[in-house]
Nanobody, 127 residues
Framework: EVQLQAFGGGLVQAGGSLRLSCAVS????????IAWFRQAPGKEREGVAC????????VYSDSVKGRFTIASDNAKNTVYLQMNSLKPEDTAVYYC????????????????????WGQGTLVTVFS
């Protein structure tokens, strides 16, 4: 059984940093794509960052580019999201998802591209 456990969320002041972790069990990364999405109240789930495990290719949404960094530790089956310069608009529940490597980077921003999801971890940024 594949399980994803996301943790590391919390309450942080604007300008601060947090690091999220996503621990994956039940599969080895291989050529997987592992992504972080977020969902704010009343909004759709949106892709934030994705990493392809076999070549460490990454993609980021424009809203977080330059502030967030996604990284993978394949030996630990864990993916991290380092979030710096946080803004109140980053407030959301953050989810990690795992899927197969895809041919087009555009697909990594789509929820149906991922087969498994974690339970989410809440990030609240106050000004």
């Amino acid at each position: 059984e594949v399980q994803l456990q996301a943790f590391g969320g919390g309450l942080v002041q604007a300008g601060g940093s947090l690091r999220l972790s996503c621990a994956v069990s039940g599969l080895t990364f291989g050529n997987s794509a592992i992504a972080w999405f977020r969902q704010a109240p009343g909004k759709e789930r949106e892709g934030v960052a994705c990493i392809v495990s076999d070549n460490d290719d990454t993609v980021y949404s424009d809203s977080v580019k330059g502030r967030f960094t996604i990284a993978s530790d394949n030996a630990k089956n864990t993916v991290y999201l380092q979030m710096n310069s946080l803004k109140p608009e980053d407030t959301a529940v953050y989810y990690c998802g795992v899927g197969q490597r895809l041919d087009s980077a555009a697909y990594y921003y789509l929820v149906p591209s991922y087969d498994y999801w974690g339970q989410g971890t809440l990030v609240t940024v106050f000004s």
